[in-house]
């Protein structure tokens, strides 16, 4: 469980506030993103949980079932809203500890925190009257439609004299942007990743042998890799000897290495996420 420095913190807040900056620039608004969902692999087993990068991006939370939503209005003014899962002592003895939402909101330094139950109708209120919804227009099924029961509702209200928003701007868009130029905690994350990356790729080099299999290589990288604190690889290993070399994703690492032939590698690691105390929340 990750529990961000101060200057992560900092840097974060500082993108919200940018891209708070581009919405009011448009009128003000209201933006939403959903970090990704979990993906059942068979029976109970789940694929390891990777979190939506724009969201991350924005507030560092790593938790599944989770979203952050920015109001910003006109006159430049913004505040930020994280929702995520609450408590359980069951689901925690199972699946490990959670911040819950007071946990979060002091650990990320974002100025409010609800529970994931409580989205649909803060949304349907934060957007009556809003002049445009900022959201990953397309990107999943569930969330268009989503989408569509927060508009119904608010246009539920019509005769009331509450509108809807009139423009829906896709704010991945806007955040691609921003990440154009990395900032010092993105420059950071990098360095460590080439020097991890380096090192493993060395260390690959030291050990294959004639006879090997090209797994056994890719398992010196994933060492390298872990014991280092790195979370996992950006993307799978290739790990390529003789004519595999030839076949640009290659994935099978199955064949065995011969003396005498090319080996290609094609490997780095993902950005790094501190190991950190779980005694901020364990009591």
């Not at 002049?131 to 439609?145: I, M, T």
């Not at 994350?189 to 080099?205: E, L, P, Y």
Request: with cysteine; net charge negative; hydrophobic share 40%.
């Amino acid at each position: 469980m990750h529990h961000p420095s101060d200057s992560e913190r900092s840097v974060r807040a500082h993108r919200r506030a940018r891209l708070a900056a581009q919405m009011a620039e448009q009128g003000g608004g209201v933006a939403v993103l959903l970090t990704a969902t979990e993906k059942m692999r068979n029976r109970d087993a789940d694929y390891p949980f990777r979190f939506d990068s724009h969201f991350h991006y924005l507030c560092g939370f790593t938790e599944p079932e989770s979203a952050l939503v920015l109001i910003a209005t006109a006159d430049g003014g913004h505040r930020s809203i994280l929702f995520c899962r609450e408590r359980d002592a069951e689901r925690e003895t199972w699946d490990g500890l959670r911040f819950g939402p007071d946990g979060a909101r002091e650990a990320f330094g974002i100025e409010h925190a609800q529970p994931i139950s409580t989205l649909d109708e803060t949304m349907t209120s934060l957007l009556a009257n809003c002049p445009a919804l900022w959201v990953a227009l397309g990107s999943e099924p569930a969330l268009d439609a989503r989408i569509s029961r927060w508009l119904g509702a608010v246009r539920a209200q019509s005769r009331a004299g509450v509108s809807a928003p009139s423009n829906a701007i896709d704010v991945r868009s806007a955040i691609d942007e921003m990440r154009l130029i990395k900032d010092s905690l993105e420059i950071e994350t990098m360095r460590r990743a080439a020097v991890i990356s380096a090192d493993a790729h060395k260390r690959a080099m030291r050990t294959t042998q004639p006879g090997q299999f090209e797994y056994q290589v890719e398992a010196e990288l994933l060492h390298e890799f872990r014991s280092r604190g790195a979370q996992s690889v950006a993307y799978g290993s290739i790990v390529a000897g003789a004519e595999n070399a030839c076949i640009l994703h290659y994935r099978d690492n199955d064949a065995r290495l011969r003396a005498g032939t090319l080996l290609l590698i094609d490997a780095v690691r993902c950005a790094q996420v501190p190991c950190v105390s779980k005694e901020h929340i364990a009591n």
